[in-house]
C-alpha cells in the first residue's frame, strides 16, 4: 500500500540555519506529493505541492522537488525564522472518486534566536 | 474564496457520552469531505470522507460514524466515546473531480475523561 516516511523530529536550528526534512514514500502509480504545515492549536495549511516527477513545489521560502528516482520530497529553506516554528507534514494523494492523502507522522521544528 | 469551519473548538466529554462535531463549507457547491483523526504526538488517520448527500465512506473500523445531511455540512458523530477517542479531529474538503489537494478546517481538540 501507500506509505509516506519523514525524519523524526523535533528538529532544532537557530534562525537563519538552513532546513532540511526529508520525506519518501511508497506508492502505486504517480502520486501528487505536499507538504503541509500545522501551527500551535490549529489546523494543517497547505503549504507546496507537486503533481509529477521533477517538479519542484515552491511558497513562503520553502521548496521541495518530487523524485520519483529516489522516490523522495525532502523539504527545504535556506534560512529560517522563528515564525517557522510549527510541525510539517509529508502526504501523497490517491486520487479515485475522491482524493485521499496519505500523510507522514509530522516534523516538529522548532526555531531559536 | 472557500472558508471551512468546525465547532466546537474545544470539547470535554465523560466516558460514554454521546458526540457530535460539525464541519460546514463555504463557497463551493458539491465538495469531497473528509474527517481525520490526530491522536497526541501522531499522525494524521482519515477517518471518513464524502463525495455527496448520504455517501458516507469509512476508512478503518472505530466506534465513530459520519453522516452529510447537506451538500456542505459534515457530522462526525459517536453514541459512546471511548477514552481512545481522545484527539484533535480535522476536517478537510477538495473540489470534486480528480483535484487533489484538501483544505482543513481550524480542527476541534476533543478530551474523553
Known amino acids: 500500500g501507500n506509505s509516506v516516511t519523514q525524519m523524526e523530529g523535533p528538529v532544532t536550528l537557530s534562525e537563519e540555519a538552513f532546513l532540511t526534512i526529508n520525506c519518501t514514500y511508497t506508492?502505486?502509480?504517480?502520486?501528487?506529493l505536499f507538504w503541509y504545515v500545522q501551527y500551535p492549536g490549529e489546523g494543517l495549511q497547505l503549504l507546496l505541492k507537486a503533481t509529477k516527477a521533477d517538479d519542484k513545489g515552491s511558497n513562503k521560502g520553502f521548496e521541495a522537488t518530487y523524485r520519483k528516482e529516489t522516490t523522495s520530497f525532502h523539504l527545504e529553506k535556506g534560512s529560517v525564522q522563528v515564525s517557522d516554528s510549527a510541525v510539517y507534514f509529508c502526504a501523497l494523494s490517491r486520487t479515485g472518486t475522491a482524493s485521499k492523502l496519505t500523510f507522514g507522522t509530522g516534523t516538529r521544528l522548532q526555531v531559536t534566536l | 474564496s472557500q472558508t471551512i469551519h468546525q465547532w466546537p473548538a474545544t470539547l470535554v466529554q465523560p466516558v460514554g457520552s454521546p458526540l457530535s462535531l460539525e464541519c460546514t463549507v463555504e463557497g463551493t457547491s458539491n465538495p469531497n469531505l473528509y474527517w481525520y483523526r490526530q491522536a497526541a504526538g501522531r499522525g494524521l488517520q482519515l477517518l471518513f470522507y464524502s463525495v455527496g448527500i448520504g455517501q458516507i465512506s469509512s476508512e478503518v473500523p472505530q466506534n465513530l460514524s459520519a453522516s452529510r445531511p447537506q451538500d456542505r455540512q459534515f457530522i462526525l458523530s459517536s453514541k459512546k466515546l471511548l477514552l481512545s477517542d481522545s484527539g484533535f479531529y480535522l476536517c478537510a474538503w477538495s473540489v470534486t473531480g480528480g483535484a487533489d489537494t484538501q483544505y482543513f478546517g481550524p480542527g476541534t481538540r476533543l478530551t474523553v475523561l
Open positions: 506508492a502505486t502509480g504517480y502520486p501528487s
